[in-house]
């Protein structure tokens, strides 16, 4: 069962421009984490919110986590080429914190 | 530190046929996890490990065993390979100590890409 639900699934921008990808999940979570993959590579970990926390930067990073609406949003400002990749959200799916549910990714292409 | 490694890169097998592929970690991680990620879906959980001589079953083990001696090694088993199993299978490990890095934070393998035919 997927937890985690991205959107969009795909999303073009020029570079300079800003990306916003949104998260959207079903049950009750202790956090959420932000992944990104490059095509034929494995998951990096970008950024973890906490149930407790709202807004969480990180570089050019901005989290957002509204547990009433059970979404999150990632931001990633000024964008570049490099940035392009495949975005995943991740939350937890048992009180033991490791275990995660992994949505189906916002594919990002950022163009030059 | 190599990290997570997975061995091998890309495997082609025949239905009924069986492997094994090996993931290794050099980072004394407890937790250990194997994944597969099909097109258009996100990484589901195969099987999982939070210590060596401990393992349980995630959302979709079945055709798959895993096994876990040491620390640093899981290895996952395909004992009759099917088409439905063509996927890449990536190993994730993460440290449950304390520390500036967030308990939950998972590294991830380069994956192993495996065809099925």
């Known amino acids: 069962s997927q937890q985690g639900e991205e959107d969009p699934q795909a999303l073009s921008i020029q570079e300079g421009e800003n990306a916003t990808m949104n998260c959207s999940y079903k049950t009750s979570i202790n956090n959420l984490q932000w992944y990104r993959q490059n095509s034929g590579r494995g998951l990096v970990h970008l950024i973890l919110?906490?149930?407790?926390?709202r807004e969480k930067h990180s570089g050019r990073l901005r989290v957002t986590l509204d547990t009433s609406k059970k979404s999150s949003s990632l931001l990633i400002t000024a964008s570049r080429a490099a940035d392009t990749a495949s975005y995943f959200c991740a939350t937890d799916a048992d009180n033991y914190g490791q275990n995660f549910v992994f949505g189906p990714g916002t594919r990002l292409s950022v163009l030059p | 530190n190599a990290g997570v490694t997975q061995t091998p890169k890309f495997q082609v097998l025949k239905t009924g046929q069986s492997m094994t592929l090996q993931c290794a970690q050099d980072m004394n991680h407890e937790y250990m996890s194997w994944y597969r990620q099909d097109p258009g879906m996100g990484l589901r959980l195969i099987h999982y490990?939070?210590?060596?001589?401990?393992?349980d079953q995630g959302e979709v083990p079945n055709g798959y065993n895993v096994s876990r001696s040491t620390t640093e090694d899981f290895p996952l088993r395909l004992l009759s390979a099917a088409p439905s199993q063509t996927s890449v299978y990536f190993c994730?490990?993460?440290?449950?100590?304390?520390?500036?890095?967030?308990?939950?934070?998972?590294?991830f393998g380069p994956g192993t890409r495996l065809l099925v035919l």
């Open positions: 919110i906490r149930s407790n926390e």
């Open positions: 994730a490990s993460s440290y449950s100590g304390t520390g500036d890095v967030p308990k939950e934070t998972q590294y």
């Open positions: 490990s939070v210590g060596a001589g401990i393992t």
